[in-house]
């Protein structure tokens, strides 16, 4: 497990709200968590990824489970954002890629957090403004958005950028609220 970031887990600005967004891999989980505003700016918290490559199958899916509910119980995200498994060519690489966002999807749930799904177009339109960017462009974006030294790794960046993905969403959603309730 990789580990980094900004500001202590204990930190918290007045009326933020804290997301982990996952991009979820058989070989490597990306995590990435953020913190949203009440004036819709992001700030950083940590980002890394779960390499289990080399291990069996089985307890690769089993290592994401703990590590990302290792990853919750020293952040206490309030929200969780995961990307929607897409149409692989391969049946055996789709059903793998499944059985880890399950992983990912039980420690979330078990935590309590409230999860929604993203697809790769909506969270690479929310984080660089066009759903088909390469990794380098939401490499660079995310880094750009979140104020960030260097790049992240790819899967760190993906998962960041569900992050961003659902802030937007939760923002935008929180703005349309008092007039449906009207």
Not at 20 to 26: A, E, F, H, L, V
Not at 70 to 98: C, W
Not at 132 to 138: F, L, R
């Amino acid at each position: 497990m990789v580990l980094n970031g900004g500001a202590t887990p204990a930190f918290r600005p007045q009326a933020a709200v804290r997301i982990i967004g996952i991009d979820p891999g058989s070989l490597r989980t990306g995590y990435g968590i953020i913190e949203s505003d009440a004036a819709g700016e992001l700030r950083h918290v940590a980002h890394g990824c779960l390499n289990v490559s080399g291990q069996p199958f089985l307890e690769r899916i089993g290592a994401i489970y703990r590590e990302l509910k290792q990853i919750i119980g020293t952040y206490h995200p309030e929200e969780a954002a995961i990307e929607q498994v897409f149409m692989a060519r391969n049946a055996d690489s789709a059903l793998k890629l499944g059985q880890a966002r399950g992983a990912a999807l039980v420690a979330l749930l078990e935590a309590g957090l409230p999860v929604e799904e993203y697809t790769a177009l909506q969270i690479k339109k929310a984080a660089v403004g066009g759903g088909h960017a390469a990794k380098e462009q939401v490499q660079s974006m995310v880094r750009w958005l979140l104020k960030l030294s260097e790049n992240p790794q790819a899967d760190a960046a993906d998962a960041l950028a569900c992050a961003i993905c659902h802030a937007h969403h939760d923002r935008t959603r929180q703005r349309w609220q008092p007039a449906v309730s009207r």
